[in-house]
């Protein structure tokens, strides 16, 4: 098997002092040739690893923003499978790159778990995000993602328990997802106190790397989740590029955007001890 790319990556993290940049692109928005263009040049910009979003009828986690871009998917016939292959043809293009599926739990059901994470493994996908899968259901795809070697990645909100968070750490793998603010995601003015008090309560549980999300969108952001975690991700701003763009332009001005975030210098990673 190969060496897990999540671990790697976030080691080789570690190694350089840097914070993680991980970008969240839609799935086939505005279309799938455009979104196999877009994702070696933002890896080229500057991104540590890739969130690919599966599109969804009923994305309870989405802003506006994602809605769009997946309603748009939806209508271009973006379905799971294709995101699955996409992973495998993007694979030697980017033989380091950790690539994961951001996605909700029924496309996997109708699929079926277990034929879903051996297509997955095939196709060299490295871990899975699925908001609308509680813990206490997570077991047979986590159980059938180890078997793959796929990390299940969970997300955790700054309104989860301290015995939410200490079940959550005790089942993941990969790394763990801080939702910033409670609700759905969206670029925000600022990060938020929040997201500070949950990485401190989610360290004392596990020894994982930490990514913060929702609501960063910028520079200022990604400096300060530095001071707090290993990663930031950076998801509704950028698909708001891709949307204001055509499909020509895409790459370019959504690189630009990434070359802007990570200021041309690593940001030094300063969350972890």
């Given at each position: 098997?190969?060496e897990?790319?999540?671990?790697?990556?976030?080691a080789?993290?570690?190694?350089?002092?840097?914070?993680?940049l991980?970008?969240?692109v839609?799935?086939g928005?505005p279309?799938?040739e455009?979104t196999?263009r877009?994702?070696?040049?933002?890896v080229?910009?500057?991104?540590?690893?890739i969130?690919?979003?599966?599109?969804?009828?009923?994305p309870?986690a989405?802003?506006?923003?994602?809605?769009?871009?997946?309603?748009?998917?939806?209508?271009?016939?973006?379905t799971?499978?294709?995101?699955?292959?996409?992973?495998?043809?993007?694979?030697?293009?980017?033989?380091?790159?950790?690539?994961?599926l951001m996605?909700?739990?029924?496309?996997?059901?109708?699929?079926?778990v277990?034929?879903?994470?051996?297509?997955?493994?095939?196709?060299?996908v490295?871990?899975?995000?699925?908001?609308?899968?509680?813990?206490?259901?997570?077991?047979?795809?986590?159980d059938?993602?180890?078997?793959?070697?796929?990390?299940?990645?969970p997300?955790?909100?700054?309104t989860?328990?301290?015995?939410?968070?200490?079940?959550?750490?005790?089942l993941?793998?990969?790394f763990?997802?801080?939702?910033?603010?409670?609700?759905v995601?969206?670029?925000?003015?600022?990060?938020?106190?929040?997201?500070?008090v949950?990485?401190?309560?989610?360290?004392?549980?596990?020894?994982?790397?930490v990514?913060?999300?929702?609501g960063?969108s910028?520079r200022?952001?990604f400096?300060?989740?530095?001071?707090?975690?290993?990663a930031?991700?950076?998801g509704?701003?950028?698909?708001?590029?891709?949307?204001?763009s055509?499909?020509?332009?895409a790459?370019?001005?959504?690189?630009?955007?990434?070359?802007e975030?990570?200021?041309?210098?690593?940001v030094p990673?300063e969350?972890?001890?």
């Open positions: 098997m190969v897990n790319r999540i671990a790697a990556k976030f080789q993290l570690r190694d350089e002092g840097r914070t993680g991980i970008l969240y839609m799935t928005h279309s799938l455009a196999e877009l994702i070696p040049a933002l080229e910009a500057g991104a540590d690893a969130e690919l979003g599966v599109p969804f009828s009923d309870l989405d802003g506006a923003t994602v809605q769009v871009a997946g309603f748009h998917a939806l209508k271009q016939g973006v799971l499978s294709d995101c699955v292959n996409l992973v495998e043809r993007l694979r030697p293009r980017l033989p380091d790159t950790p690539v994961l996605g909700y739990y029924n496309p996997i059901l109708n699929i079926g277990e034929r879903f994470c051996r297509e997955a493994e095939q196709a060299t490295d871990g899975l995000i699925i908001p609308d899968l509680p813990s206490e259901e997570a077991a047979p795809l986590a059938a993602a180890g078997r793959s070697g796929i990390d299940l990645i997300l955790l909100a700054p989860s328990t301290d015995q939410r968070i200490e079940m959550v750490c005790a993941a793998s990969g763990i997802y801080c939702v910033s603010v409670t609700g995601t969206g670029a925000r003015s600022s990060v938020g106190p929040q997201a500070r949950l990485v401190e309560r989610v360290r004392r549980h596990t020894e994982l790397p990514a913060v999300g929702f960063v910028k200022e952001h400096q300060e989740v530095g001071r707090m975690a290993d930031a991700v950076i509704s701003a950028l698909v708001r590029i891709v949307h204001e055509t499909p020509e332009e790459a370019e001005r959504a690189s630009a955007f990434v070359s975030i990570v200021g041309g210098a690593p990673l969350g972890v001890v």
